[in-house]
């Protein structure tokens, strides 16, 4: 089974600076997605990234970078010159060949003026 | 906007009672997910749907059970509902169901049980 870990608490963060967000994960498949999810308050889930356990290049979707490590089996997400509307849960989640999606507890993100 | 629709948004029920929720995938999507997020198990994957066919099954209590239609849209049917029901579900979809694809959830609907 698929297991993420989101450990760090809550985190303030000044506008305009950069944030990383940690996850690691465990699987024993080879072939597998690792995505990042945003959660605002609001409540929907709004997918922000994706890298493929076989990509050779990080991801980067506008502000959004993910720092893929596949040794250490560990899928960061960086957000660059942090808006006030980055406030909001984060999830690492990953799905290997059955797609299901498995998700970590999330990071809590607080953008502060 | 993920392109996702759920109805209703809220809802609240008396324990023992059944509840259907509805989801809607985006245009072109075959596959369709349900998840269930409450605070004490975070987010869980409960069942897939594959072209009106089940395709996988996780943490999916016995008193719940889905359906995916002809015309793709999918339902969610919860029955003999207890306290610790309460949760927001979500759907999402994906065009397939190969691993790695992205899914696009719809905005959720958040179930209160009394």
């Known amino acids: 089974a698929q297991k993420i870990t989101q450990t760090q608490p809550g985190m303030f963060v000044q506008e305009k600076e950069a944030v990383t967000l940690d996850c690691t994960y465990d699987t024993s498949d080879q072939s597998y997605g690792l995505f990042w999810y945003k959660q605002p308050s609001s409540g929907e889930m709004i997918f922000l990234i994706y890298q493929g356990s076989y990509d050779e290049q990080n991801a980067t979707e506008g502000r959004y970078s993910l720092n893929f490590q596949k040794a250490r089996k560990s899928a960061n997400l960086v957000i660059s010159a942090s808006q006030l509307g980055d406030s909001a849960m984060y999830f690492c989640a990953m799905n290997p060949e059955s797609n299901r999606l498995a998700f970590g507890k999330g990071n809590q993100v607080v953008v502060i003026p | 906007d993920s392109g996702v629709t759920q109805t209703p948004k809220h809802l609240i029920t008396a324990t023992g009672q059944r509840v259907t929720l509805r989801c809607s995938p985006r245009?072109?999507?075959?596959?369709v997910y349900w998840y269930q997020q409450s605070l004490d198990q975070g987010l869980q994957f409960l069942i897939q749907y594959y072209n009106g066919e089940e395709r996988a099954k996780g943490n999916i209590l016995e008193r719940f059970s889905a359906q995916q239609f002809p015309d793709l849209h999918s339902e969610l049917n919860l029955s003999s509902l207890e306290l610790g029901d309460s949760a927001l579900y979500f759907c999402?979809?994906?065009?397939?169901?190969?691993?790695?694809?992205?899914?696009?959830f719809g905005p959720g609907t958040r179930l209160l049980v009394l």
């Open positions: 999402a979809s994906s065009v397939t169901w190969t691993g790695g694809e992205t899914q696009y």
């Open positions: 245009s072109g999507d075959l596959s």
